[in-house]
């Protein structure tokens, strides 16, 4: 374990980012975003920021290719360029878990190669929550906020930062950082997590449980009345989409350029109406489908594929952000309530 006073961090990311692009989260005008750290950057410990660090492994929008076209020769140029690391600095336990979720989609065959070179270059340093929210119910899904995964695990206490890192990128950062640290053992970090263990199960959410739900669960809930009840106010505006960390569905569109056109994809949501639009039409015509099947996938099929797992991680982002105050946890509830009712 090691300790970097508060008064050194800043020298610490500035060192980072001499050798690497540090992402980390800073204060905007409407919240916290991860953003790359320059000189006189300020470091914001909010919990949470209004996006995940999934746009910095899958962008919200991206150039995937272009075609470069004379006469009739048509050149394909590979637009990448991602070989350098990165770090990404104070992602909170869920946010970890949400990118172990888009690797279950992203890194089975066929790979998506633009999403695992970023994810074989970037390196996250997690930082437990010591200030969880309201929304938040991490915990619900197994995942533990004081103690999260990454390649480096951090504790904040009043005066320092502790550092234990987990794998061989983790050591890279912990190297950058050697100048700035001293080596300590784990008691103020291990009372860090008794505080935050603490502090979880007295959130309003801490009691929410998931049991409910899982695989094998597609012809209990499907047809059930709640949907049209739950789904009626619904603006199909996709808020919840974009702020969630394990969402994941993007659309391929081509652009015109004077010489060529650029392919690039960006991120939609199946609460949109051309949402999956084929030459046939739309394969769900109603919002009561659409939010049907946004739910369904966290809560049903996507742990039906995947060991279980469920596609939410807890994070509170569509809690707090919703223009209908509509979320996961009120879908849970209402669906749980008609089973035990
Ligand atoms: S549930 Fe809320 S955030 Fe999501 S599409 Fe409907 S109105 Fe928008
Ligand atoms: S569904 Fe809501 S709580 Fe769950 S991961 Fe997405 S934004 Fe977070």
């Not at 410990?45 to 209004?50: A, E, F, G, V, Y």
């Not at 004081?146 to 550092?163: F, H, I, K, M, R």
């Not at 996507?302 to 509170?316: K, L, M, Q, Y």
């Amino acid at each position: 374990m090691l300790k970097c006073n508060l008064s050194q961090l800043d020298n610490l990311f500035a060192a980072v980012a001499e050798a690497m692009p540090l992402y980390l989260p800073t204060q905007g005008k409407n919240g916290a975003n991860y953003t790359k750290w320059q000189a006189g950057a300020v470091w914001s410990n909010t919990c949470n920021t209004q996006k995940g660090p999934k746009d910095l492994f899958f962008p919200q929008s991206e150039d995937l290719m272009a075609f470069k076209t004379q006469g009739k020769t048509i050149e394909i140029i590979d637009t990448r360029n991602e070989a350098e690391d990165f770090a990404v600095f104070g992602v909170r336990a869920c946010d970890v878990k949400s990118l172990e979720i888009l690797d279950r989609v992203f890194l089975s065959e066929p790979k998506d190669s633009y999403y695992a070179s970023r994810r074989e270059h970037g390196i996250i340093i997690s930082l437990a929550c010591n200030r969880p929210t309201e929304n938040c119910f991490c915990g619900s899904f197994g995942i533990d906020a004081s103690s999260p995964n990454g390649d480096v695990t951090c504790w904040l206490t009043e005066d320092a930062l502790y550092l234990r890192g987990n794998t061989e990128k983790g050591e890279k950062f912990m190297a950058l950082a050697a100048p700035f640290v001293t080596e300590c053992d784990d008691t103020a970090a291990e009372a860090q997590k008794e505080k935050i263990q603490k502090i979880m199960a007295r959130l309003p959410l801490a009691d929410l449980k998931t049991d409910a739900f899982g695989g094998g669960k597609t012809e209990e809930f499907f047809n059930s009345p709640q949907w049209a009840k739950l789904s009626e106010s619904c603006l199909g505006c996709g808020t919840c989409t974009f702020v969630c960390p394990t969402c994941q569905c993007y659309d391929i569109r081509d652009y015109k350029t004077n010489d060529g056109v650029v392919r690039y994809r960006c991120w939609d949501s199946c609460m949109y109406s051309e949402f999956t639009r084929m030459a046939h039409g739309n394969n769900r015509n109603s919002q009561k489908e659409r939010f049907r099947q946004r739910f369904m996938h966290k809560l049903v099929y996507f742990p039906e594929n995947n060991d279980g797992v469920f596609s939410c991680v807890g994070c509170g982002r569509c809690l707090a952000k919703c223009p209908i105050s509509m979320n996961i946890v009120k879908v849970m509830k209402a669906l749980e309530g008609e089973q035990n009712g």
